[in-house]
């Protein structure tokens, strides 16, 4: 089954802000831009603001689509819809007990991803230098 989801890319001047997935999750151990799962007919943008609230406490005021990721990890199909969020109310934080950090754009590599986010976040590294 393949599974729609919404993921944001939090910016602040140069550093995004990641959160750890936690070890029982699939992809667990990884660090992940925060996001979810879309609701049955729930639109991606629509399912980032509801889950960037639900993770990390945050409302977002404007984000831009940046790019789809269709991904096979072999147990579970992944469509993922990356969103650039650009303004946003509140301070993130790890909502559901999860680590977070911000993360200088340059040091990005330093970071496990799962297999899914490795184009976005060599784009990302790349427009950075
Ligand atoms: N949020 C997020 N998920 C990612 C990233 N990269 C990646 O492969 N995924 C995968 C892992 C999961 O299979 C799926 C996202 O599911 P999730 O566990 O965040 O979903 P959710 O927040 O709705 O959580 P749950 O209610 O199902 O527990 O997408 C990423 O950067 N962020
Ligand atoms: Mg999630």
Same mark, same amino acid.
């Given at each position: 089954m393949l599974v729609k989801v919404a993921v944001g890319i939090v910016l602040r001047n140069d550093f995004v802000f990641l959160a750890l997935r936690k070890? %029982?999750?699939?992809? %667990?151990g990884m660090w992940e831009f925060p996001g979810g799962k879309c609701e049955p007919s729930e639109s991606a943008e629509a399912a980032l603001v509801r889950e960037l609230e639900e993770e990390c406490g945050i409302l977002v005021k404007a984000c831009s689509f940046f790019k789809v990721i269709s991904h096979d990890y072999g147990d579970n199909k992944v469509e993922l819809c990356f969103y650039k969020v650009t303004e946003f109310d509140g301070e993130p934080m790890g909502k559901e007990g999860q680590e977070v950090r911000w993360v200088a754009i340059s040091d990005l590599l330093k970071y496990q991803f799962p297999d899914a986010n490795l184009q976005i976040v060599n784009e990302l590294v790349s427009s950075s230098k």
């Amino acid at each position: 089954m393949l599974v729609k989801v919404a993921v944001g890319i939090v910016l602040r001047n140069d550093f995004v802000f990641l959160a750890l997935r936690k070890a %029982g999750q699939h992809q %667990g151990g990884m660090w992940e831009f925060p996001g979810g799962k879309c609701e049955p007919s729930e639109s991606a943008e629509a399912a980032l603001v509801r889950e960037l609230e639900e993770e990390c406490g945050i409302l977002v005021k404007a984000c831009s689509f940046f790019k789809v990721i269709s991904h096979d990890y072999g147990d579970n199909k992944v469509e993922l819809c990356f969103y650039k969020v650009t303004e946003f109310d509140g301070e993130p934080m790890g909502k559901e007990g999860q680590e977070v950090r911000w993360v200088a754009i340059s040091d990005l590599l330093k970071y496990q991803f799962p297999d899914a986010n490795l184009q976005i976040v060599n784009e990302l590294v790349s427009s950075s230098k």
